[in-house]
């Protein structure tokens, strides 16, 4: 075959092909090759030697010749291909070097400048978050690397602000994910509206943003920007015909001080934001050293209430409930106790809302369900028992089985169990807890509800669902003897309780003169120190032999 024929072959090629000699001369060059090269602006003339193109295959290493040719003659010594990027103004070229036997060499030339774009987009695309386009997680760490770099380089620091949404569950669950991906791009644009040039905005979750503020110069700048932004997202959005209102709380980590690498400073801002929510959300805090050890406190206690109900530390103490008309002791609320090996005695305020967040309360509320009908079947068949259901329970679907299998198991009648709820529990899912809650009331269990008067809609539920039991807040019985009004509510109260046909209930009595102003107002029942602390189960047969028994 002719040179002639041979290069009209290699013209077809897609990519382009350089053929050279063992001096060093362009031997046989292909069109795909010259028009390649002269996108890079290398002209390629007759007999072309090879060296010039091998400066230009270094790229933007700074070799010198005799580098240059020393990495020919190892690429050359070897026998092995060597694969170089070109980088030119608009064009990107892959070569690759490839030995001949005899000294020759091949270069084979490829223009990939559609590639490296479409990589360059999908990398960048990558970084994105795709709903609100602002940095993901991904772009924001390196966005973060490169201001703790500059931090240590130049002393410049930077500020991470962690922004959890409030309310924003209701609107996805109640108006569907379409309109809370509409809120979210909203929310987006604010928080754009709100930074500088230099600072950046992500979204790192469903409704987890975060700020990275650079070239802070003091606190109080980011204090500012934490305001600024707890107000802007709390002002109404009008979301395809629907004004819908969040929060946001914010959780603040300055560099250096609060942490110079990345993992301390998102670990720090989140616990300040964990601080935020528990202050009442809509809010912002800064991170304090004793937030981290708060915090170890709280998993150890954690860990160590995961292994209590094995390790069977949970106990049940009971209050008695008097009867005012009759003067007997008609039933006991059960309370739930907690002896540590090491803590001794943990209070239920201390443990009973870390249950409930973590959704343990589910499995302790079923042993103190289970453990308070056995208890109870050893008491006087008068007597019933009384236990508290966490708006956790009904959520869990799984709290009419556990009655009925209590019951079963125990022996105790239905009618002598008592379930407890407050209004937290309504204000969830209204008509699967009523359904929930006539369940229990076809088995016999009687329902009453607890801290009555604390709520917003108390009386709206009483109309919903014919409690049997109003237990009156002991906040109300406290007041009688301080406030003027405490005897009119428990007055109201009590009508209120007698005109539905329900038993009323007065928490918290501690004095005789209570119980006697109690007593004139209609309660029906007491409970409270007066007549006895909580006790354990294997005392209180000692509690009740103090009351009349008929």
Known sequence: MSRDTLVRYLDAVRQGLLMIDHTGAVVVASASARQILSSLNVPLRENARALPLLRLLRGETPQTRRAILETLRHTLSQRQPRTLEVRGADHTVQAELQPVAGGSWVVTLEDVSTRKASEARADEMARLDPLTGLPNRLLLRERLAEA?????????????????????????????????????????????????????????????????????????????????????????????????????????????????????????????????????????????????????ARRKLELDMRQALARREFQLHYQPQLQLESGRLIGCEALIRWRHPDRGLVSPLDFIPLAEEIGLIVPIGEWVIRQACRDAMTWPAHMSVAVNVSPAQFKSDRLVETIISALASSGLPAQRLEVEITEGVLLQENEKTLQTLHRLRELGVRVSMDDFGTGYSSLSYLRSFPFDKIKIDRSFVKDLATKPDGEAIIRAIAGLGKSLGMTTVAEGVETPEQMQRIRLEGCTDVQGYLISRPVPTEDLLQVLAAYPKA
Do not use: W
């Open 148 to 296: 703790l770099a500059r931090l240590a380089r130049t002393g410049e620091a930077c500020a991470l602000l962690l922004i959890d949404l409030d309310r924003f569950k209701p609107v996805n669950d109640t108006l569907g994910h379409p309109i809370g991906d509409a809120l979210l791009e909203k929310v987006a644009d604010r928080l754009r509206s709100t930074v500088r040039p230099t600072d950046t905005v992500a979204r790192i979750g469903g409704d987890e943003f975060v700020i990275l503020q650079a070239g802070v110069r003091d606190a109080a700048g980011t204090q500012a920007l934490a305001r600024r932004i707890v107000d802007l997202i709390g002002r109404t959005y009008m979301v395809e015909g629907h004004l819908l209102t969040i929060g946001a709380s914010v959780g603040v980590a300055l560099a250096p001080e609060d942490g110079a690498d990345a993992d301390r400073l998102l670990k720090n801002a989140d616990l300040a934001l964990y601080r935020a929510k528990l202050d009442g959300r809509g809010t912002y805090r800064f991170f304090e050293p004793e937030m981290d050890a708060r915090m170890q």
